[in-house]
């Protein structure tokens, strides 16, 4: 069965620090996604970032990149140089052959001025 | 603007009514997809409906209904409502139903409200 697990309820961070949110994951499909998704106080859901389990390289988007670690079987969001608008719920995601796109519980991220 | 329209964006009713959310996809989507967010909660998947065929089931109960019209619109109805069913229904939708690497995009979400 699919499981996307995120072990960090809350982080905090300083402005203009990095920080990384962890995501760990199971499936027994070799094909499969992930997402990492943005959801501040205002609800909607954004998305960042994408990675592909046939990859080769760690996908980056600006300010965002994914720690993939296929034998691991993470998928860590790591954010550069923090802003204040990046107080947001933070939601990993995958979806593989069998299942449409499943989330884990979220990250709670504040960053501190 | 993400191009996925949800109706309404707030919603208060009575324990025991029911009620219909919809929502239309981004232009040229075939999938759509219903998620439940409570409180402080992940996302929970619902539904999935491709070209006006359910395509997956999630953690729907027997309450909860769903269908895509043939202009693609979908509408999730829910009935005889508790006070748990109080949440954010969000509606996604994605250009097919197949792709791993297909992600998808969100509307803004109705927030559903039970008395």
């Known amino acids: 069965a699919q499981k996307i697990t995120q072990t960090q309820p809350g982080m905090f961070v300083q402005e203009k620090e990095a920080v990384t949110l962890d995501c760990t994951y199971d499936?027994?499909?070799?094909?499969?996604?992930l997402f990492w998704y943005k959801q501040p106080s205002s609800g909607e859901m954004i998305f960042l970032i994408y990675?592909?389990?046939?990859?080769?390289q760690n996908a980056t988007e600006g300010r965002y990149s994914l720690n993939f670690q296929k034998a691991r079987k993470s998928a860590n969001l790591v954010i550069s140089a923090s802003q204040l608008g990046d107080s947001a719920m933070y939601f990993c995601a995958m979806r593989d052959n069998n299942n449409d796109m499943r989330f884990g519980a979220g990250t709670r991220l504040t960053v501190k001025p | 603007d993400s191009g996925v329209t949800q109706t309404p964006k707030h919603l208060i009713t009575a324990t025991g009514q029911r009620v219909t959310l919809r929502c239309s996809p981004r232009s040229g989507d075939l999938s759509v997809y219903w998620y439940q967010q409570s409180l402080d909660q992940g996302l929970q998947f619902l539904i999935h409906?491709?070209?006006?065929?359910?395509?997956a089931k999630g953690n729907i109960l027997e309450r909860f209904s769903a269908q895509q019209f043939p202009d693609l619109h979908s509408e999730l109805n829910l009935s005889s409502l508790e006070l748990g069913d109080s949440a954010l229904y969000f509606c996604?939708?994605?250009?097919?139903?197949?792709?791993?690497?297909?992600?998808?995009?969100f509307g803004s979400g109705t927030r559903l409200t039970v008395v």
């Open positions: 409906y491709y070209n006006g065929e359910e395509r």
């Open positions: 499936t027994s499909d070799p094909s499969y996604g």
């Open positions: 990675q592909g389990s046939y990859d080769q």
């Open positions: 996604a939708s994605s250009p097919s139903g197949g792709r791993v690497s297909g992600g998808y995009t």
